[in-house]
C-alpha cells in the first residue's frame, strides 16, 4: 500500500529539481507545500503559480482503492481482544514507500469495514527542520507484524534525503503510514542525528517501544536505534529497522 | 451433513481414538493438509469430497470452531470421518481449541444455544485429548509453531497431558507462536504474554537437528498460503471469514501442490 507523496512526485517529474541539492529549493507552494526551484514559476507539484493562492493541491489517487478485511490478529491470551482488519497493499513501487489506507476498524463485529480514499496533506518542507545528515546512510523498516495481514514482510525504505524527518503514524499525512488503530495518528518520528539514527515517541497513546533482546523498553522522547533494532508501535505492530 | 445433536457422541467416541500429545510420525504417498477451518463446514464437507477417497491423510492443523455458527457441526464432521477410518484422518489441536478462546469468540455461545449450559464440558474433554504435533513425510505440523523450549519433537511426547488451557508454557507456545524468517531468535508476540515470534536462525536450527524438511501449520489469517524461509515454514488458511482464499497444500511423492478451494 503506497502513496506518492507529492514531495517525491515533484522531485521525479522535474530531473532538474531531482539533480540540484535541497539548497536549490527555494520556494514553497502555498497550496500544496512542495518546494520548488528559483527556475519554476508553477509548481511542478500542482502547478499551481508561485504566488500560490490559486492553486489547488492535486489530489493524489490512491492505486488501488483500499479494500478492508476482518482478520484474526491479534488474539487474546485471557481476555477479549477486538477484530482487527486487513488493508490490501498496492503493487510496489520502486523507490517510495507509504500506505494509502484507512483507518482499521476494531469493534468487532467488522465484516465490512468502511473505505474511505484520503486526500493526503504533505507536510511541507518548512516545517521539518533541515537534516544534518542528507546523503548518509539508508534504512529500511520491515513489517514484522501488524494487523493488516498483507503488509507482514513488506519492506520499506525510509530515505533522510527525501525526509530528514520521517514521520510514522496513521494519518495518511505521515511519510511511513501504518493503518493500525493502535497507533497513533502522529505516533513516532526517525531522524539522523550525525550517524546515529534517532527513534522519538511523539506522546503517542500506547507508545513506542525498542526491543533489548529480552523484552520491549518503552520509549520516553527520544533514543538512538541501532540497525536491526525491534521497535513496536502501539500493542499490534512491530517494524525491524535495517541498515545498509 | 452432521446435526449438531450427533457431535456430542462423535467427540466421545473420536477422544477414544487419540494417542497423545505426539503422534507417531508418518509417511504416505499422499497427503492434504488443512489450515484453520473456523467453523467452515461447507469446505471441510468440500475437502473430504475431493480428497478423502483419494488420500492417504488428511492432516487437520487446529481451529475448527469460533468466528463462526456452525462449529460444532464442524468438528462432528471431521470427528465423523475420523472414526470411519482413524488412520487417514488426524485431528490437531489449536488454540481456538480452548477455553481461552472459546467463551470469546463465539463457540461456548454456539453450544449453549444448540445443546445446552452444561454441553461445553464434553467439548472441552475432547480438545485437552487432542494432540499437538505429528510429524508427516518429514514435516512437523502443528498448529502455530516452535517454542522456545523446545529442542527436539520427542520432547512433545512428554508434555503435560492433558492440558486444558493449555497452561504448559511449551504447549502453549506450540498453539500459539508465529514463524517471522526477518527475525532472529524468539521475541515476544503482539498475541500476548507467553507467546512469541520464532525466527530465521532457530528455525534451521530446529530443522537440522531433527532432520527435518519443514514446517506445516496454521493458525495466522492469510490468504490461503503464506510462505517462510523460503517455503520451508508453511502457512495455510482454510476458511473464508476473512474474504480472503481458503487454501489447502496436498503433498504427493515429493511434489507440494497449493490449491484454493
Known amino acids: 500500500m503506497k502513496r506518492l507523496s507529492i514531495k517525491h512526485k515533484a522531485k521525479q517529474k522535474d530531473p532538474d529539481l531531482d539533480a540540484d541539492s535541497a539548497e536549490t529549493l527555494i520556494w514553497t507552494c502555498s497550496a500544496c507545500g512542495a518546494d520548488n526551484p528559483d527556475s519554476k514559476q508553477t509548481c511542478v507539484s500542482c502547478g499551481g503559480d508561485r504566488a500560490g493562492d490559486s492553486a489547488t493541491p492535486k489530489p493524489i489517487e490512491p492505486a488501488v482503492e483500499p479494500t478492508i478485511e476482518p482478520t484474526e490478529e491479534p488474539e487474546p491470551l485471557e481476555a477479549p481482544e477486538p477484530e482487527k482488519t486487513d488493508a490490501e497493499e498496492t503493487p510496489p513501487e520502486p523507490t517510495i514507500f507509504s500506505f494509502d489506507t484507512d483507518s482499521a476498524k476494531l469493534e468487532p463485529p467488522s465484516p465490512e469495514p468502511e473505505t474511505t480514499p484520503f486526500l493526503p496533506t504533505p507536510t511541507p518542507y518548512s516545517q521539518a527542520p533541515p537534516s544534518p545528515t542528507v546523503g548518509h546512510g539508508r534504512f529500511y523498516m520491515v513489517f514484522v507484524n501488524t494487523p493488516a495481514q498483507s503488509l507482514i514482510k513488506s519492506k520499506v525504505p525510509i530515505e533522510f534525503d527525501d525526509f530528514p524527518v520521517v514521520s510514522i503514524g496513521r494519518s495518511p499525512e505521515n511519510v511511513v503510514v501504518i493503518p493500525d488503530q493502535e497507533v497513533s495518528r502522529k505516533h513516532a518520528e526517525l531522524t539522523m542525528s550525525g550517524t546515529r539514527l534517532m527513534l522519538k515517541d511523539l506522546n503517542s497513546k500506547n507508545g513506542t517501544f525498542l526491543y533489548n533482546g529480552k523484552e520491549f523498553q518503552q520509549v520516553h522522547d527520544s533514543v538512538e536505534v541501532k540497525p536491526n533494532s525491534i521497535v513496536k508501535f502501539g500493542t499490534g505492530t512491530i517494524v525491524r529497522l535495517t541498515g545498509e | ?261
Open chain 2, 1 to 261: 451433513m452432521i446435526e449438531a445433536l450427533e457431535t456430542p457422541r462423535l467427540i466421545l467416541e473420536a477422544k477414544e481414538k487419540m494417542e497423545g500429545p505426539l503422534l507417531d510420525s508418518r509417511r504416505e504417498k499422499r497427503v492434504v493438509f488443512v489450515g484453520d477451518t473456523h467453523t467452515a463446514v461447507d469446505l471441510t464437507q468440500t475437502i473430504f469430497d475431493k480428497y478423502y477417497a483419494d488420500s492417504d491423510l488428511i492432516v487437520f492443523l487446529g481451529d475448527y470452531v469460533d468466528r463462526g455458527e456452525t462449529g460444532v457441526e464442524n468438528l462432528g464432521l471431521i470427528a465423523s470421518k475420523l472414526l470411519e477410518d482413524p488412520t487417514k484422518i488426524i485431528m490437531l489441536r489449536g488454540n481456538h481449541e480452548s477455553p481461552l478462546t472459546n467463551a470469546y469468540y463465539g463457540f461456548c455461545a454456539e453450544v449453549t444455544e444448540k445443546l445446552g449450559e452444561t454441553a461445553y464440558d464434553q467439548f472441552k474433554e475432547f480438545f485437552q485429548a487432542m494432540p499437538y504435533a505429528v510429524v508427516v513425510n518429514s514435516y512437523l505440523c502443528l498448529h502455530g509453531g516452535l517454542a522456545t523450549t523446545l529442542d527436539s519433537v520427542s520432547q512433545i511426547a512428554d508434555l503435560p497431558f492433558p492440558d486444558m488451557n493449555p497452561d504448559d508454557p511449551t504447549a502453549f507456545q506450540l498453539l500459539w507462536n508465529d514463524p517471522r524468517d526477518m527475525i532472529e531468535g524468539f521475541i515476544p508476540s503482539v498475541r500476548g504474554d507467553g507467546a512469541f515470534y520464532y525466527g530465521s536462525d532457530v528455525t534451521e536450527k530446529f530443522l537440522t537437528n531433527n532432520s527435518l524438511k519443514g514446517i506445516i501449520r496454521g493458525h495466522e489469517v492469510v490468504d490461503g498460503f503464506r510462505e517462510d524461509l523460503g517455503g520451508k515454514v508453511m502457512t495455510i488458511f482454510t476458511s473464508k471469514y476473512h474474504g480472503g482464499a481458503a487454501g489447502v497444500l496436498v503433498l504427493e511423492d515429493e511434489k507440494m501442490e497449493k490449491v484454493t478451494l
